[in-house]
């Protein structure tokens, strides 16, 4: 008969491998947690500057965290232009569809392979590992047709068959304008003779950096619509403007790499930087490649510009708990 001693024994030996095999049953492997991802890059071909979208699908457990490639990613020589919110779908049998979007922009003619991404997951249990992506390919296209090498020729000038106009008409422009000229130096004679009021108070300070850029990028949200180059200088204008202001460095001289050295010098962190440099690298696409984004990205572009202000300013003013303005539609 066994003692009383050792059926205690046995019955916490019983117990810890109850607890030790409820746990490996319950740890899933990654492969049971996150199935393998799906990926698909569109379209296939494409010119200098067409804008791509790579999806990656993952399928996962009910309550994975999944942690995805960042704008710090490798993307085999393509930029990272915008990368949306993830979309989540609830599947049967405790299972979940995450989608990650990017969208991507190359400005160099070839062949590009977008590398394996990985993407990391956390599961309830803490259990943690990580699944990659497929590599997928682009060709890029330039924009010039098939064996032109060189820029065309400037169309004949137009031939006007009407005589020149009479010279009178110039001459009275020239007589009008001299008057006007002489007018307004006889005013500001008069006005210099004019003792200045005592003053009463001093002047006011001038606005701070990220007040005048708020107010330069209000200034530019009506040309959205109606003169989209227009509304991209001045977005990097004021952008340009503001963090040489603020920073005290020559932003407004730098390229995209002398400009993310010269924020990282300056301890602006990471995210701020790169929304920085996105943004530039969107205007120049705009000013210089005759890229004309849609409307929303024209608005979205204008809340990045306000949220660089509202990251790196040094204190909450008034005007920065405002929401960006809208853009015209």
Not at 82 to 104: C, H, K, N, W
Not at 197 to 212: G, T, W, Y
Not at 270 to 290: I, K, M, S
């Amino acid at each position: 008969m066994l003692s009383p001693r050792t059926i205690i024994l046995a019955f916490v030996a019983f117990v810890a491998f109850a607890l030790f095999a409820s746990r490996i049953v319950h740890a899933q492997t990654p492969a049971d947690a996150v199935s393998e991802p799906t990926t698909q890059l569109t379209p296939a071909v494409a010119t200098v500057g067409d804008r791509l979208t790579l999806t990656i699908t993952v399928e996962h457990r009910d309550g994975v965290a999944l942690t995805p490639p960042g704008y710090g990613a490798g993307f085999g020589g393509i930029e990272v232009v915008d990368i949306a919110q993830p979309s989540v779908e609830t599947r049967e049998g405790g299972r979940a569809r995450t989608m990650f979007t990017y969208t991507l922009a190359a400005f160099k003619t070839g062949e590009f392979t977008v590398p394996a991404q990985s993407i990391s997951f956390t599961t309830p249990d803490g259990t943690a590992g990580t699944v990659s992506t497929t590599p997928r390919s682009v060709t890029i296209n330039s924009v010039l047709d098939p064996g032109d090498a060189s820029l065309r020729p400037l169309k004949p000038q137009l031939d006007i068959d009407a005589a020149a106009p009479s010279p009178i008409a110039p001459v009275l422009f020239v007589a009008m304008l001299a008057a006007l000229t002489a007018l307004g130096y006889v005013l500001q004679a008069r006005a210099v003779a004019i003792p200045p009021p005592a003053l009463v108070s001093a002047p006011s300070p001038p606005a701070p950096p990220d007040e005048r850029a708020r107010i330069a990028l209000d200034a530019a949200a009506p040309l959205a619509a109606a003169d989209v180059r227009a509304y991209y200088a001045l977005i990097a204008a004021a952008v340009r403007a503001y963090l040489g202001a603020r920073f005290d460095f020559p932003a407004y001289a730098m390229t995209r790499t002398e400009m993310e050295r010269g924020m990282a010098a300056a301890g602006i962190d990471r995210w701020p930087a790169r929304l920085t440099a996105n943004l530039l690298e969107q205007c120049d696409a705009v000013q210089f490649a005759g890229f004309i984004p849609a409307l929303e990205r024209r608005a979205a572009d204008l809340t990045a510009a306000h949220e660089i202000i509202d990251l790196t300013s040094p204190a909450e003013t008034p005007s920065s708990t405002q929401s960006a303005p809208a853009v015209a539609p």
